[in-house]
Every structure is written in structure tokens, then in C-alpha cells.
């Protein structure tokens, strides 16, 4: 069976094409899409074939996918403008006849009042209505989201953010690497949609705690304001669009939008999700490896 990733250059990409190593698929049934395909010039030299894939040229889509048998839809990175990219790249798979589509999607979107949800909302309906083969991930937040609130955090020893009280049930990007390994590899998946997310929520508080002990100093949560988050952002030099953004994507998480804990990941990864402060030493250590 023949395996295409796309994103392959981005970091979920390279774990995912790790994690199907690890479970014994040969590098000759691997192909990396990358749209950058330098960032992806390290698999040449593990017997990985990469193709150019860019989601905005259908062309480069149809072109990946000749002779593949399952694929890996990883979420553009531009939110508010990732639909019309997903859809071309499921065009393309109903097209080529994939036998399996992977989407990764984000926790509850068909029902979350999130900023990031919509994209990932229509593209679960879409996907559906095209009668491809699917599988969808909804991975809830990655652990690694937090490491520049760490690394701000070494020099100030404070995590500020506008959430309150609210928990989130992260895991670390190579778990959810490795899940979407399992389905890609594993038969009896098609048709499930997979609510994803650490063994446990996590406050800010337990966040700063875990922070604490990676850095090996005192760190504290302070709570802020919606204005006072805001006020920060546009300080720091960032426009009104995405001070706004972010503000909101805040919001949502005081909500409570990424609170849900789920047994699922580690049911299909076969053990306990990554604890957050383990995640997080490690995206500290490789931060600094790569500063």
C-alpha cells in the first residue's frame, strides 16, 4: 500500500512519515508532499519519494497522487483561508479513486464555538458529501502550542493569558503523529470520526506549574482581561487582524472549547498520551537545539 502525506514539511508531517516508519511500512510505500520540497530533502535520503504538493494547484494534487492508496490530508495553515485548498485536494483523491482519506480536523468542530473551527467544519461536510473513504481526526490542541508562553516565560517566570479558569486537554504533536500512523496502516477505521485529546485537561495554572519545573524556576499563571491581552498584542507590534485573532481564539478557550478529555488517542496509540510536561520539555529542548 502506497502512502502519501501531504505537509510533509511542517513538523506533524515529518512525525507522521516517522511514526509509519516506526510501524514497518517501507520507505519505497511512503511519498511526502511538501509545497517547499527542500524542506523535505532529509527523506530523500531515507528512500522516501517526495513530490511537489502544493492544495492551491489541483494539478500538483493530481499529480502526487498517482498510484497512491491512502492519504494524509493534513490542515492547510492559514486559517479563514484553508477550505478551498482542502477541497481541491479531495477532488483530486475522488478522482485518482484513493481507498482512504485521513483529514485532520480539529476537537468537536461540527459543534464548537471556536475561531478555528469553521474551516475544519466545512471541510468535514464536504468531505462527507464527496463519498471518499475517510477517516477524521479531530485533534484537540498540541502541547507544543505553549513552548513560546515557556520560553517567554524563562526570562519573565509568568504565563499570561486571557483563559481564566479553563482547561485543555493537549497532547503532544507525536501522539497525534502516531494516531494518524494507526488508521493510515490499519484497517476497520473508515467511516469513524475520532475525537482526539490528551488523557487529561490541563489548567494554566497546572501549565505554569509544568513550565516551572522544565525551566527549574518559579513560574506563575496570571490571569488578564480580554482589553488587557489586547493591549499587550498591539504593544508587542502585531496588526489589529490578528491581535483580534488571537484574542478570540482565547475566548473560546475560556469557553471551555478544548476542555474534553477523551479516551480515544491513547486507546489507538495502545498507552497514555504524552503528559504535558513531558511534551513540553521536549519542544523546549528542541527550541533551543534549533535556535
Keep these: 500500500m502506497t502512502i502519501l502525506v501531504t505537509a510533509a514539511g511542517g513538523q506533524l508531517g515529518h512525525l507522521v512519515i516517522d511514526a509509519l516508519l516506526d510501524r514497518g511500512v517501507a520507505p519505497g510505500d ?35 497522487l498517482e498510484g497512491v492508496d491512502a492519504l494524509l490530508l493534513i490542515s492547510g495553515s492559514e486559517p479563514g483561508r484553508r477550505y478551498e485548498g482542502h ?14 482519506v485521513v483529514y ?23 468531505l462527507a458529501a ?38 485543555v486537554a493537549a497532547a503532544s504533536r507525536a501522539d497525534y503523529a ?36 522544565v525551566l527549574g524556576r518559579e513560574v ?6 480580554r482589553e488587557q491581552l489586547e493591549a499587550a ?13 488571537v484574542a478570540e481564539m482565547e475566548a473560546g478557550i475560556a469557553r471551555g472549547v478544548l476542555a474534553g478529555a477523551d479516551p480515544t488517542l491513547a486507546r489507538l496509540l495502545g498507552r497514555p498520551t504524552t503528559p504535558v510536561g513531558e511534551g513540553l520539555r521536549a519542544a523546549v529542548e528542541a527550541s533551543r537545539v534549533n535556535a
Design 30 to 64: 511512503i511519498v511526502a508532499g511538501a509545497r517547499t520540497t527542500s524542506k523535505v530533502a532529509d527523506l530523500v535520503d531515507r528512500g522516501i519519494r517526495v513530490v511537489p504538493l502544493d492544495y492551491n494547484a489541483p494539478e500538483s494534487v493530481a499529480a502526487a
Design 130 to 167: 464527496s463519498g471518499v473513504p475517510a477517516v477524521v481526526l479531530r485533534n484537540n490542541w498540541y502541547t507544543e502550542n505553549y513552548t513560546p508562553d515557556v520560553l517567554r516565560a524563562a526570562e519573565s517566570g509568568a504565563i499570561a493569558a486571557s483563559v481564566g479558569d479553563a482547561t
Design 178 to 213: 502516531e494516531a494518524a500512523a494507526v488508521v493510515l496502516t490499519d484497517d476497520g477505521h473508515l467511516g469513524r470520526t475520532y475525537e482526539l485529546s490528551g488523557d487529561t485537561a490541563v489548567s494554566y495554572a497546572d501549565l505554569a506549574a509544568a513550565a516551572a519545573e
Design 87 to 100: 477541497v481541491n485536494v479531495i477532488d483530486a483523491a475522488k478522482a485518482a479513486g484513493t481507498a482512504k
Design 220 to 225: 506563575a499563571y496570571v490571569p488578564v482581561s
Design 233 to 245: 498584542l498591539a504593544e508587542a507590534g502585531l496588526d489589529a487582524g490578528t491581535v483580534g485573532f
Design 104 to 126: 485532520t480536523s480539529l476537537a468537536h468542530a461540527d459543534s464548537v464555538d471556536f475561531v478555528l473551527a469553521p474551516d475544519h467544519k466545512a471541510t468535514e461536510e464536504y
